[in-house]
């Protein structure tokens, strides 16, 4: 199957008007779906008798993924399964995700798709837990599958407010053992802060079984450094400030920034970690496409 995502058309600076996660994580979840029954996906397999062609209208709950990623085409199950996947979805809220060159910063980017994935986990029965956190655990909602609890998660998402330090030692090794049962983590972060560190903490969550998923949530500012003449700079986390020769330093800092990017892709392959790499200016519905690629090469 071919990894090009579907049509994108969930754009972050028009998801920003909304006001309902709710709302706005339905509407990402159903026109997604509906974007993948127009591709033109290929492949079908009489194993699954108990599964029948999605029809627009269908009630996404009963669409079957893991059918997908077998036969490369959307099924609605005829019987419903019990739950057996468990996601937990851990969202960074450190002040420097706070930063926005565009009406949309990379925190409340993150949380749209946060709520999206919790969106799509209860639509499936399946369970779902939400952890927001900095260089601790601030808020923590435990993993159930009722639709009502979407709605417990969401609350915790909506006041959520970008502050204190990137430092993901403790929060991630206290997630890794309180986590029991295994299934998938998804951290969704801009990875500002100690690489090694993170890394140590995503190796406790393999060790433990789970498969890891990340997003690196950047501005599109941050990717391209579109900074001209002398600007200051000033550290969300620290406060501390310092003013640049753009212009002289845009190479460096492009140079520093894929090296970085370079060796999170490498520790990441090295354990069979799922990576990928979003602009906060970038429709949601690529980063769900990456999501499900992830979970279709580990069926």
């Known amino acids: 199957m071919s990894t090009a995502a579907p049509t994108r058309f969930i754009r972050p600076d028009v998801l920003s008007r909304i006001g309902n996660l709710d709302m706005l994580a339905r509407g990402v979840v159903e026109g997604f779906i509906a974007g993948l ?11 699954f008798m108990e599964y029948r062609p999605y029809i627009p209208g269908d009630d996404t709950m009963h669409v079957d993924w893991k059918a997908w990623a077998r036969t490369d085409r959307l099924f609605v199950k005829e019987f419903e399964d019990e739950t057996n996947t468990h996601m937990q979805i851990l969202v960074d809220s450190s002040a420097s995700m706070g930063f926005a060159s565009h ?18 986990m209860i639509r499936q ?38 502050a204190g330090e990137t430092s993901m030692t403790r929060p991630l090794h206290l997630l890794a053992e309180r986590y029991r049962k295994r299934g998938i983590i998804v951290l969704i972060s801009d990875f500002f802060g100690d690489l090694q560190a993170t890394l ?51 190479e460096e800092y492009l140079g520093k920034l894929e090296a970085f ?17 979003l602009g906060s200016d970038q429709p949601l519905d690529f980063a769900l496409f990456n999501y499900l690629a992830a979970r279709r090469r580990r069926n």
Do not use: W
């Open 200 to 250: 140590e903490g995503l190796q406790h969550f393999r060790f433990k079984g789970h498969d890891v998923i990340l997003f690196q949530v950047l501005d599109p500012a941050e990717m391209s450094f579109t900074f001209d003449n002398f600007v200051e700079f000033e550290d969300l986390e620290t406060g501390r400030k310092m003013l640049v020769d753009a212009d002289h330093a845009r």
């Open 103 to 120: 009406p949309v910063s990379k925190l409340q980017y993150s949380l749209f798709l946060a709520a999206s994935l919790a969106y799509l």
């Open 37 to 47: 029954h127009r591709s033109p996906y290929k492949g079908f397999s009489s194993d």
């Open 261 to 277: 990017q370079q060796k999170l892709r490498q520790e990441c392959s090295r354990f069979d970690i799922d990576l990928t790499i």
């Open 125 to 162: 029965r399946d369970a779902v837990g939400f952890t927001l956190f900095d260089d601790d655990i601030r808020k923590q909602v435990p993993a159930r599958s009722t639709k009502g609890h979407l709605q417990s998660i969401l609350v915790e998402m909506q006041s959520a407010e970008p």
